[in-house]
């Protein structure tokens, strides 16, 4: 029980992350479930519902089809829609009662590919992850069927930008802003995974010269293009204005060496002394982090609620799976900018700068929501 939320909002589930990495890029993607877990994904977690068309739908799973697991009503009821709406890609993910009932989601995505002739994916969502499980799956899977032609290089240097979604940027055109700054830096954009670009741009991701992570949902995408391409890969996000540069400069030393590096992590929390606290996701958080001691001198720690992978996060960074170890390291802080779904457990006496995040308190902050991308820091602690 000590997991269990009392207070705070949680995350988004991984199947949001699966429909929003992968809905502007023309595919069909199919939640089995019985009914809910679309009408929380498009009125929560999905701020283009009402301004952008998506093929994404729920299976309406019943219980007799869950306990008998009938699964070719299933398959049928795929292979007859794409018939009718013609899809990139079918991607078929699943919810909690599916993960009981052992759905082979590979299998049933295999014969709806064999049936229909297009290419199809199954993801091993669950309900039970972040939407950061289900976003990186979901966008390995579109790297992995359609990357698959080596390139040739662009004359001038480029780069992808790997892991963007409304779920860690909204839509208050931090995403643009990142274009805007790649090329400013002297880079031309191939692709941006998964905002703004459509699937033949991601089809043409082998002529990038380096790839920005902006999130760590990317980073899986990314090194499978390494492994495929070689294509070298830096994580981080441009917050700021000396990180911002300190990213710029990292980008073009791997774009000419081919190493990768985590730029977001290359900082030192574990020093003695009160800190900001900075819980969300490891790259962006990481980013804010080390723009924030670059540009105000402040000390801060990441507080990470999610997966991500050790090496995301600099030593003294800290891992929080609950509201108790979120109320105990605000307890430490010298100051918290985090969602303002955290206020009620960060004590009165630590002050609170609100940063909504879409994927923790979905619409309710939207209207509040930064753009901190190459820009001067708002704050001054």
């Not at 952008?52 to 007859?80: F, H, P, R």
Request: with cysteine; hydrophobic share 45%; net charge negative.
């Amino acid at each position: 029980m000590k997991q269990t939320a009392r207070i705070i909002s949680i995350h988004a589930a991984d199947t949001s992350g699966v429909c929003s990495m992968l809905y502007e890029l023309g595919g069909m993607v199919v939640v089995h479930d019985a009914s809910g877990c679309n009408s929380t994904y498009s009125t929560h977690d999905e701020p283009r519902w009402y301004r952008q068309d998506s093929m994404i739908y729920i299976s309406a799973l019943t219980e007799t089809d869950a306990i008998l697991g009938n699964d070719e009503k299933l398959i049928a009821d795929i292979a007859a829609a794409a018939k009718d709406l013609s899809p990139n890609f079918i991607a078929v993910c699943g919810a909690p009662v599916p993960l009981l009932a052992g759905t082979d989601f590979p299998a049933i995505a295999a014969e709806i590919e064999a049936r229909t002739g297009i290419p199809a994916f199954g993801l091993h969502t669950s309900g039970m992850h972040s939407y950061l499980a289900g976003a990186s799956e979901a966008l390995e899977a579109v790297v992995s069927h359609f990357c698959t032609e080596a390139l040739p290089r662009t004359d001038a240097p480029s780069a992808n930008i790997i892991g963007a979604t409304p779920l860690d940027f909204s839509v208050n055109g931090a995403v643009e802003s990142v274009i805007g700054w790649l090329k400013k830096s002297g880079f031309e954009l191939v692709s941006c995974m998964a905002m703004g670009s459509t699937l033949d741009d991601i089809r043409r991701a082998s002529a990038a010269h380096v790839n920005l992570v902006v999130s760590s949902c990317g980073i899986a995408a990314a090194e499978l293009l390494r492994k495929r391409f070689g294509t070298p890969w830096i994580a981080g996000v441009p917050v700021g204005e000396k990180f911002s540069a300190r990213l710029a400069s990292a980008l073009k030393t791997a774009a000419a060496s081919g190493g990768c590096a985590l730029t977001c992590a290359e900082r030192d929390a574990s020093a003695p002394g009160r800190k900001l606290a900075i819980p969300g996701e490891a790259v962006f958080s990481g980013s804010l982090a080390a723009a924030i001691e670059a540009d105000l001198g402040t000390p801060c720690r990441v507080l990470c609620p999610l997966e991500a992978e050790d090496r995301l996060l600099a030593p003294g960074d800290l891992r929080i799976f609950d509201e108790d170890a979120a109320s105990a390291a605000f307890a430490e802080a010298s100051g918290v900018i985090a969602d303002p779904m955290y206020a009620p457990v960060c004590p009165p006496d630590v002050p609170f700068f609100r940063l909504p995040h879409e994927a923790f308190s979905g619409r309710c902050y939207r209207k509040e929501s930064l753009n901190l991308i190459d820009h001067p820091l708002p704050w001054r602690f």
